[in-house]
DNA sequence: GATGCTTATATGTCTGCACATATTAGCTCT
DNA sequence: AGAGCTAATATGTGCAGACATATAAGCATC
């Protein structure tokens, strides 16, 4: 009965019911291990969680204090394409679209942290779901960093095949919406400017930037919070 | 040396250089405590917080293994929209266009949960961002589930009132990119059709569905991840 | 072979204690 | 008054041990 979820639930209640108003302080860990009868390592856990919730807010010596405009956290999951497509009961399939060495545009290089100048893989793929075209990824691929040789890019999509070679590096994702470009309109079948949901990550390993990849979705993709 | 984060460290590091492979069982907490020499308790640390970034699964009996197609978890903060302007530098402001009760299309009623012909308020609000529009919301809400009387929403948004007075619901949050429809374009002062991205949330509270918004943002908007 | 029970096992959680560390509040000195 | 030092305090983390619980694996039975 007084286990940290039971103190979680109960330390969340007084919040709600504004026992401990917006913005004010709660008491210590140990006052609050005294009332519940328990560990203080119990109550930590508790509160531990709620902070990363955004609900409190902690500070050594200063204590614990609820936030006074609570930051939602969305969390959400990000699959890989052909597990997306098959969670929604499709087909996937891809096509590689070209693949060819270039050197990047300075924006891209600048967000990379790569010298000006390097040369990079560029590659375009296809995803489709039961055969119709779901996404049109562009990615910028540094080689330098990765494992040679690469494989066939046209049996195996880079997408996957980067989970599984560069695993779990640190990475931003960026979301938003653009209309249609020319190339993107051409390969997705639908009209030039219609709005679509893009994607942009990305990632990075120990030793250097490893790739950037703007995932352009075919119109009516939505992304959904988990929970 | 051996705190949890170093032991999160050297699990991940292990991981990668596939020391111990994708799919794979590791040790259990253990023997992982053993060859560290630590306590269990900071073992679990480590790998409960692992588990938490999707990179490894764990289960009772069965152990824990190295997950084989590593699920991305993005998490995004969803602020307030008078904070999210102000985080730009801008400055915020908004005005109520509209504010009337209404029954909710059938639609509606049903992602909330309530019943077909339940009567709701319907509030249009603009948010402007150095005065010029950054997003306009569009929200159903249920009167019945609120405190009363409610405040006068055009001298205090909705949005950040709701925040103050219905704490830490549970909720949904959706992001998709649509075109401009009539109301939106004029709004915004943009062309129909044109890109937007859109965020619809739905928010909770223990006695029922509270609020069902549609923000759509101005064009260039983008949504990134908190690291 | 299929079904149901038992048991061993890895993780989940709790306790009580300890020390580390950041940070504030108060004091002292100029 | 202001600057700088000191001490008190709340949280962060660690350890060793214990019990709880889910569940895979083995065994017995039908």
Redesign the pocket.
């Known amino acids: 009965m007084?286990?940290?979820?039971?103190?979680r639930a109960e330390v969340l209640r007084r919040i709600r019911v504004r026992d401990w108003p917006l913005g004010a302080m709660?008491?210590?860990?140990?006052a609050l291990?005294v009332e519940f009868?328990?560990?203080?390592?119990?109550v930590?856990?508790a509160?531990?969680e709620l902070?990363q919730a955004g609900v409190v807010e902690?500070?050594?010596?200063?204590?614990?204090r609820v936030v006074r405009l609570p930051v939602r956290k969305a969390t959400l999951d990000i699959p890989v394409i052909r597990l997306e497509v098959e969670a929604r009961g499709q087909v996937h399939g891809f096509r590689l679209l070209a693949m060819r060495e270039a050197v990047p545009p300075v924006p891209v290089a600048l967000r990379l942290g790569l010298a000006v100048g390097v040369r990079l893989w560029w590659l375009e793929t296809l995803h489709l779901a039961d055969g119709r075209p779901f996404v049109h990824e562009t990615r910028w691929l540094n080689g330098a960093v990765l494992p040679q040789p690469l494989p066939d890019f046209a049996a195996v999509s880079v997408n996957e095949w980067l989970v599984t070679q560069v695993s779990y590096a640190a990475g931003d994702i960026a979301f938003s919406a653009e209309g249609a470009n020319a190339r993107e309109a051409e390969v997705l079948g639908v009209a030039g400017g219609v709005a679509l949901f893009v994607t942009e990550r990305t990632t990075w390993a120990q030793d250097g930037a490893i790739t950037l990849v703007r995932l352009a979705h075919a119109p009516g993709y939505k992304v959904q919070t988990v929970v």
């Open positions: 007084n286990g940290w979820e039971a103190i709660i008491p210590s860990e140990e291990a009868g328990c560990a203080r390592a119990t930590n856990r509160l531990r902070a902690r500070k050594r010596r200063a204590g614990t």
